[in-house]
Structures are given as C-alpha cells and as structure tokens.
C-alpha cells in the first residue's frame, strides 16, 4: 500500500508557525492542522463517529501493529479481511469489546459481509440506472418507455432479489445462532430469557460497521444510499430515518429496487426484507440457497453465473471478468485508508481495452434476454453430490487482545513510544553486539512460511489441505448423507 504522507520520521513536537501578536507584545504559536475543516475528521454513521481521515502517526501505528501480516495469503492483493481491518481501526472505542471483535472474525459474518458486496455492487448500479431513466422521462423532450423495457426491468428486478436471498440465507445463519454462531445468540439455553438490551447495541454496532466497510468497498461512493438501504434491509423502512439526503423514490422504481416481496404491513408485526425474501422463493431459485454450499448441477446459467460470483475468492475475480469494489485489486494502487491514487493508475497504464480490474471501464448492467424467464423455467436441476468448503485466515488470541487494546497502543506511542521508523532501526542495530538469528533459525522460518502458502500434492484429505484458492471443492466416496451445518476450515497457523 502507498503511504499517505512520504516521510516516515514522526515529530514529537508541534508542527506550527511563531507570529507577533501586537495586543500582547508576545509571541504566540499557530499549530498547523493535518484537515482544513474538523468536520472531514469524523463521518457519523447511525449515530457513531468513524475516523475519516488519520494522521501521520495513526498511519504509521497502524501499519505497524495492525496491518494484516505479510504471511497470510493474497498479501498483495485488497480483500475483506483488509476493509474489516482499517474499520476495526476507524471505529469508536465503545465498539472495542473481545465479544464483538471475535464476532467480526467468525467465518459466518465474513460469508455475510461477502454477499452484501455482492448485492450492493449491482444495487448501486440499478440505482443509477433508476436515476438516468428518471431523468429520461422528465420534461419536454421525454422518452416513451417500450413493453420491452419493462421486461427488462422486471428482470433486473429479479436478478437483484436473488442477490438478496444470498444475504438472507447467511444472516438467517447468525439470527438463528447455528455452528459457532451459538455464543453470540441473545436467547440463554437454561434460562430461555432474551438479552434484549446487551442485543440491541450489539446488533446497532454491528450494523454501523458493515455500513462503513460497504462503503469503503464501494470506493466510497453513494454513501447515503448505502446506509439507507443497509438500514432498511436490516430493520424494515418504518425505521429508516427520514433524512433530506436520503433518495425519494416513486411507486414504480420502489417496485424495481425492493422487489416484488417487498410488503408494508403495521410496524409490530413487519419483518425485514430479508426474511420476505425468505419465505417467499420462487421454485426455480430454490438452487440460489446451496450456493456455497454444495456444488450446482443443471442447466440453469442464471443459478451458474451467481455462483461462479459467489464462490470465486476476491484475488482471482479479474479472471472471470467480474468487479466487486476494490476486492482483488492490486494494494500498490491504493493507499493506507484503500482510497485510490490516480497517479499510480496512470503509472500502470490501464486502458479500455486492458483494465483487468475494473478502474477505467465504467460500471454497466448488462442486458438480459427477453425470454430468459422462461428458459429457466424450463431448465434441469440433478442432485447435488459435491460439498463446497472455504477456508478461512485464523485469527490468534494475541491479535484480538490487541485490537482490545487499541487505545492503548496508541496512546502508548503518542505518550513517548518510538516508532520503528527506518531511522531507529538503524540505530538499533549499529548499536547491539548481536549477529542475529543463526542460519538454521532462518532457514528454518523460511520453510515453515513457504510449505504454509504453497499447495499440497494430495488435495484428498479435507482437513489437511492447505491451498491458496480459497475454495475447494471435494467428491465424498460414497453417497452419503450430508450434514446440514459443516465445521468452517481454516488455514494452518
């Protein structure tokens, strides 16, 4: 990643400037500040303040002691794990429990960040289509809309509503505590007695910053949209807040961004359009809920495309020609806070004809067939026979007791602790007698990372694979039945 501010040498002193004050006859300090504006310091999200910008020694602290470590997989490459990352650093402090920290590093919240994503990188381009065609049918010079444009609308609406139960399916697995969910259920298993108020801030944080790692995916843009429809999909739109920068929508372009289950019913008995979307699955799209789960089998290309989306890892989506944010691409492109630097761009020499990673072309929805509905009406589905597992990067009790303790550590550098810049190192180690570790302990370390990233010769063993695709997909010997919730795997430490 490229570093916000090019010196990596961070005063102990006040930056500013010396001025005569005639009204005092003294000389009086004008400290330089890093914002213009103190507003840009902070951007409130449901209520909390998130860090928007850092300054020269966060930056350094940060990549220093929080940073994902250059021995898990993909280090050059921006993934989730590196969003959560600088959100987890960007966050308010009251946010800073072991509870929470553990929650955003299970297996279950990462698949659901991943399917949030995937919605809303098309969620935002429907909407912007919404805003085109709003403006196409406004004025003198208005455009009649054809019989097939709102075939092709209620098809994009359908497509949309598939994403959606994509996230319902992974949501329902935290709301119902399955699989290592089960410590993080509000409902007490003795007593049967509901932690409805500890639940309720739990779900608000937790809310907060999967807005915030969104819109950080998202290039940052379009955040109002974004947090009024994380909010209305998590709660239901009789508490989304009615704010002017929020969109207004008409009838006809609700029905085309919510769905056709979207329904309004008094708020004591309304779900969220997640579990709408749930209870009401149409039978060619009951496939969509083993995406991830268990490998597809038919003819439906629909069904094949959303899983080739889904199960595909983040460094490898320029090779099926997909975009999702900023997941897969290059980290030397962008800085500390994952903003992208346009000279780099340009120093990579990206263009129309050869933009692998989706930052010069323009983001399109692609027409469909007109007919396509019915075509998938009369597509095959077989029996599923193959699992789908993913692996995941493990977290170690000493990172999460750090993240715990992250005021401190950085309280601990701005109250005297010292930085290793370039310059102190070199100080370090012109003054020790030490002549380092042996050859054996580095050679030693050398085989012990690089027998960790490389791939295994025998992939048939599931529990001692260790691979860097992310995704494996193993035949069982026999026709077994298969268990409902599976083990999550993880990398060897």
Known sequence: MIRIYADTYVPKYHSGKWSWDGKTDSLHFEPHHDLEDARERFITTNGYKFLRSINQEEEMIFRQQFVRSEATFDTDTVVINDVRDLVLYLMPKEFLSMRFLEFMHKPAVHRLLHALIIYFEYFLRLVEFVLVRRDELAGNMAQIQSEQTNEMKRIWSIYLSQYRMLVARNYSVILKGQGDMAQFYHMKEIVNISATIKDKYFHEQFLAVAI????ITMHRRAYNVIEMEMNRL????HFVMNRPEYLKFTPSERSLLYGRNNKIVNYRSQASPLIHELKHIADEDLPILWIGERKYRGTDTRI????????????????IDVAHGILGHPKLLYDTMLNLDWPAVRFANYSVEHDPYHIVRQPHLK??????????RMSKHFDQFFKVFRIYEPVSKQMLTRWCRRDKVINFYRSGGVLDDIYVRCNKDLASHKYGPTVAQIIQKYFKLVTRLRKKANTGNAADDTISSKSLVLAPPQRKKIPEIAEDRYFED
């Not at 915030?212 to 819109?215: C, L, P």
């Not at 998590?234 to 739109?237: A, L």
């Not at 899983?307 to 090779?319: A, D, T």
């Open 212 to 215: 915030q790692i969104i819109w």
């Open 304 to 319: 094949v495309q959303i899983e080739l989306e889904y199960i595909v890892p983040g460094p490898q989506l320029f090779m």
């Open 234 to 237: 998590f709660r239901s739109e």
């Open 367 to 376: 027409i469909p067939n007109i007919d396509e509905m019915k075509l998938r």
